[in-house]
T-cell receptor, first 114, second 113 residues
Framework: AQSVTQLDSQVPVFEEAPVELRCNYS??????LFWYVQYPNQGLQLLLK??????LVKGINGFEAEFNKSQTSFHLRKPSVHISDTAEYFC????????????FGSGTQLTVLP | DVKVTQSSRYLVKRTGEKVFLECVQD?????MFWYRQDPGLGLRLIYF???????EKGDIPEGYSVSREKKERFSLILESASTNQTSMYLC????????????FGPGTRLTVT
């Protein structure tokens, strides 16, 4: 079984500042990793995914994440945030044993302040 | 673009009522999922289905049932709604036997009074 820990439930940051949202996972098998974003009153939208290959993954809206197998982490970063990035962000993992299912973290609310 | 639609954005029901939440996807996906989302708990899987007339329990199936009579439609049923089922319900679908991304509907915010 796998699990996901998002270490920060709330992250406030000023506009144009960099941000990192942290995600750690535990799994006994190879994993696939995802970041989703949820804007207010909407469903989840995929930001980026790691399936294999390069450990640095680029996604939409200028976000990127780095897969670190030794630290079992998949932190999300953006060098300069905008007000429109205010949303909740979810990290998710799946494993080869239950390849079609995702396990989600508890979410991080990113609030970008003017 | 993949489109996943849910029958209602907001729903208010009384305790003890039978509640149906409908989800339809238009991309011929095999896999469909129902989650509930609560603050601080993230998304928790209620039920999922990999094929028509097939269903499997997720992490929190108690108090819920599902139906999948057609490939594109996956229904969540609350047989007798209770106040602790007040939540956001999200439907998702995905393609194939390995996990690639799941596509989500806009959600139904259910309030049980």
């Amino acid at each position: 079984a796998q699990s996901v820990t998002q270490l920060d439930s709330q992250v406030p940051v000023f506009e144009e500042a960099p941000v990192e949202l942290r995600c750690n996972y535990s799994s006994s098998v190879s994993v696939y990793l995802f970041w989703y974003v949820q804007y207010p009153n909407q469903g989840l939208q995929l930001l980026l995914k790691y399936l294999s290959g390069s450990t640095l993954v680029k996604g939409i809206n200028g976000f990127e994440a780095e897969f670190n197998k030794s630290q079992t982490s998949f932190h999300l970063r953006k060098p300069s945030v905008h007000i429109s990035d205010t949303a909740e962000y979810f990290c998710a993992v799946s494993g080869s044993g239950s390849a079609r299912q995702l396990t989600f973290g508890s979410g991080t609310q990113l609030t970008v302040l003017p | 673009d993949v489109k996943v639609t849910q029958s209602s954005r907001y729903l208010v029901k009384r305790t003890g009522e039978k509640v149906f939440l409908e989800c339809v996807q238009d991309m011929d996906h095999e896999n469909m999922f129902w989650y509930r989302q609560d603050p601080g708990l993230g998304l928790r899987l209620i039920y999922f289905s990999y094929d028509v007339k097939m269903k499997e329990k997720g992490d929190i199936p108690e108090g819920y049932s599902v139906s999948r009579e057609k490939k594109e439609r996956f229904s969540l049923i609350l047989e007798s709604a209770s106040t602790n089922q007040t939540s956001m319900y999200l439907c998702a679908s995905s393609f194939g036997q390995r996990t690639y991304e799941q596509y989500f509907g806009p959600g139904t915010r259910l309030t049980v009074t």
